[in-house]
């Protein structure tokens, strides 16, 4: 019979506290506190945990915010996948790209506060930095091997990565709100820069 791994009452407690941080965080940011106003004392309040538990889980609330950032940046490597995929076609990329920006929309007071603070704190900058890395070195290699193969067009692989994923970071950052509608939008121009940018004009005809 094959063993079952079970997590003790307490380290799910921990769990669930660590969870309840990071969603408190996010509510602040996103209801207009700024990265700078945040406390940790605040921070607990609204997570309903002690102030000694915080200290259990983040070293300060710099290493909080840096958790928070990279949740959203591995959920942007999953959204982001399917445009790495060889052979998609353009409705395949359509579908990729709309689950890309409703991750931008769903965190954009999480990237709008990295962004913010990226400027002056190393760490949450290497976070920011690797955000853009988890969606150009993907991309680079898509470009390398459909040149090899004739089916993208002949870029400079690393000039069309950082003009894409900066059409991509910029655009939603400005536009991925609330809005259903919006975001399809968001996303259908952002595919079609893509596509016709990648791609020969008899294929992306």
Partial sequence: MPSVTRRSPSSTRRAGAEL???EATERLL??????IGLS???????????????YVHFRDKGDL???VAERMLDQLSEAAG?????????SELLDATRQLVGVYARHRAVFAALTETAAYDGELRAVQEA???AHAEPLARFIDAGRERGEVRDLHTRETVVALVGMVQGACARLAGDDADELDRVAETITAITWHSLYPDQEAA
Avoid: K
């Avoid at 996103?30 to 990265?35: I, K």
């Avoid at 399917?82 to 353009?90: K, M």
């Fill in 131 to 133: 955000m853009v890395d």
């Fill in 40 to 54: 940790v004392e605040q921070l607990c309040s609204e997570a309903g945990v002690a102030r000694s538990t915080f």
């Fill in 30 to 35: 996103a209801e207009g506190t700024s990265y």
């Fill in 65 to 67: 915010v840096t958790r």
């Fill in 82 to 90: 399917a445009w790495w995929v060889p052979g998609a076609d353009r």
């Fill in 20 to 22: 309840r941080l990071i």
